[in-house]
């Protein structure tokens, strides 16, 4: 999986949105876009993955660049329960699609 | 149940002790991994199981051992660790490699480990 470049820190208040930019500049047209975090004392969790064009699910929005060479993920309205550190991941077909290679991350901190 | 489960939670052994980390999953996902994570430090891969058969060793040292018994199960053998391997061992499972990078991996809370 190749390098992702994310913001090391961000912070929130609570009930509002949150974007967490992420550049992938070197993405090929079969790598995806995924995110993970991970909460304090626990693993990492799935958060959302995409392509192309955006996706949406119960836990966040995914806005992926016309380019494809950035993406933001997008909490609509942020709660204490999602401080945590989010992993952007881009992952590559091939033999080494079983990896997944974790940045350093952006810590998010939410504020009541 | 979409649930990962990791045995023991904590973990404190010597330089000169033999444990196993047990990890468990009944999702039917026929890929497992092992991750190790170093406080303040993203995750870093070990081992990938497809198939109960190993796939990727990240040219781990021989002192961590995995083993696959089943599709259900993953254990990590430890022999002779170093203090520097203490770290929180991460275990994960994901339906299976040929689902290609649209796959999503579970991850288990993991096993926090302290060699003295």
């Known amino acids: 999986d190749a390098k992702t470049t994310q913001p090391n820190s961000m912070e929130s208040n609570e009930e509002e949105p949150v974007h967490l930019p992420c550049n992938h500049s070197t993405i090929s047209g079969t790598d995806y876009i995924h995110w993970y975090r991970q909460l304090p004392s626990q693993g990492p969790e799935y958060v959302i993955h995409?392509?192309?064009s955006n996706v949406n699910n119960r836990m966040a929005s995914l806005a992926i660049a016309e380019d494809r060479k950035s993406s933001t993920l997008i909490l609509h309205r942020a709660t204490l329960r999602d401080a945590a550190v989010y992993y952007c991941?881009?992952?590559?077909?091939?033999?080494?699609?079983?990896?997944?290679?974790f940045g350093q991350g952006t810590i998010l901190t939410v504020h009541p | 149940d979409t649930e990962v489960t990791q045995t023991p939670k904590h973990l404190v052994m010597g330089m000169t002790n033999k444990k196993s980390l047990k990890c468990e999953q009944h999702?039917?996902?026929?890929?497992m991994y092992w991750y190790k994570q170093k406080a303040k430090k993203p995750p870093e891969l070990m081992f990938v199981y497809s198939y109960e058969k190993l796939s990727i060793n990240e040219s781990v040292p021989s002192r961590f051992s995995p083993e696959c018994p089943n599709s259900s199960l993953l254990n990590l053998h430890l022999h002779a660790l170093q203090p520097e391997d203490s770290a929180l061992y991460l275990c994960?499972?994901?339906?299976?490699?040929?689902?290609?990078?649209?796959?999503?991996?579970?991850f288990g809370p993991g096993t926090r480990l302290l060699v003295l």
């Open positions: 991941i881009q992952r590559s077909g091939g033999t080494s699609y079983g990896k997944l290679t």
């Open positions: 994960a499972s994901s339906q299976g490699l040929l689902a290609g990078p649209r796959e999503t991996q579970y």
């Open positions: 999702m039917g996902h026929r890929a």
């Open positions: 995409g392509l192309t």
